[in-house]
């Protein structure tokens, strides 16, 4: 009988490798978690946020620091709009001083969530990459303000500076600032979610592409969903992110667990925490993978779709108080 079973495990080993591959990879969720009370996210405040980040001439890149303030200001106002008492945490690079816009809700020494968005440019007026981001972080305080509900834990809202090139994947990012200031407080973090363009979407057919030619057989190839990005081992997270996302059949949320080689896996602000040790992940329409105007001139307001990307905030509000 042993040998029946092995030589039976071998035959079906082709089988179930691949299977628990995809099944390692894609995350699926099986329970679906109770929801909190939530206002909607508000598509004309979104657009009207994302209007006015993406208005700023000069671009809001590091070349031009008047313009990445004036956005922080904006930012600022916005938080403090909402009841938030915003505060700045500022650190030079190469003499120069930037500065994150912080915002926070609930007790102040409970386990902190990271819910962060950068708000600088690489070039262009960075619609999608990435006001659409930072005001979904400003929406969400807007929502906190009228629900309030009873957190348990911190949650920071985070609008981090220098993301782009030239400081992109260094301890110069705002991020990087940030998670190294937890690590030394020895805060608690719950987790940290990049929130890293959220506002483009399609439904033609091939809009949605892929690193690698293998996920096309597990993913759709309609650019009409939203995604949430772990490490490979950050399956519990991403499954808890996912379920509590996945509040709208008109918006699906699918989730991948990837090493950070997968070209794109760590491109973005989630990287400066696992570099710190901390556990991270990103949520995202998947920027080069479906937005043509990535890192281009026409990265502009018009490209967006303002009604789902309230829906990918309704979602993060959910995490947001939930998690």
Request: glycine share 8%.
């Amino acid at each position: 009988m042993p040998r029946k079973i092995s030589l039976m495990f071998l035959l079906l080993l082709p089988v179930l490798l691949p299977v628990g591959g995809c099944w390692v990879v894609t995350n699926p969720v099986y329970v679906t978690p109770d929801f909190f009370p939530a206002p909607v996210a508000n598509s004309g405040r979104l657009e009207a946020d994302v209007r006015y980040l993406a208005g700023i001439v000069p671009a809001r890149s590091s070349r031009w620091r008047d313009s990445l303030d004036r956005a922080a200001n904006y930012i600022a106002d916005s938080f403090a709009l909402a009841g938030c008492d915003p505060r700045a945490r500022a650190f030079k690079v190469d003499h120069v001083k930037y500065r994150n816009v912080i915002c926070s809700f609930g007790p102040e020494d409970a386990p902190r969530l990271v819910m962060g968005a950068h708000y600088d440019v690489y070039e262009g007026s960075g619609a999608d990459d990435n006001a659409s981001g930072v005001a979904g972080l400003i929406e969400i305080s807007r929502m906190i303000a009228t629900e309030k509900p009873a957190l348990e834990h911190r949650l920071d809202l985070v609008a981090f500076t220098l993301e782009e090139p030239p400081h992109f994947r260094s301890e110069n990012m705002g991020s990087y600032v940030h998670a190294r200031d937890i690590v030394e407080e020895g805060a608690e973090l719950k987790l940290m979610i990049s929130v890293e363009m959220i506002g483009f979407y399609s439904d033609e057919p091939g809009s949605q592409t892929y690193p690698v030619g293998l996920l096309e057989w597990l993913y759709p190839d309609k650019a009409d969903f939203i995604g949430v990005v772990g490490g490979l081992f950050d399956r519990s997270s991403v499954a808890r992110v996912k379920s509590l996302m996945s509040i709208s059949d008109d918006l699906p949320v699918y989730s991948i667990n990837a090493p950070a080689a997968l070209t794109g896996v760590d491109f973005s602000d989630h990287w400066s925490f696992w570099q710190n040790g901390l556990s991270a992940l990103m949520v995202t329409d998947t920027a080069f993978l479906r937005n043509p105007n990535y890192h281009e001139p026409t990265d502009n307001p018009d490209t967006l779709d303002y009604r789902r990307m309230a829906l990918a905030v309704d979602g993060l509000y959910q995490v947001a108080v939930g998690y």
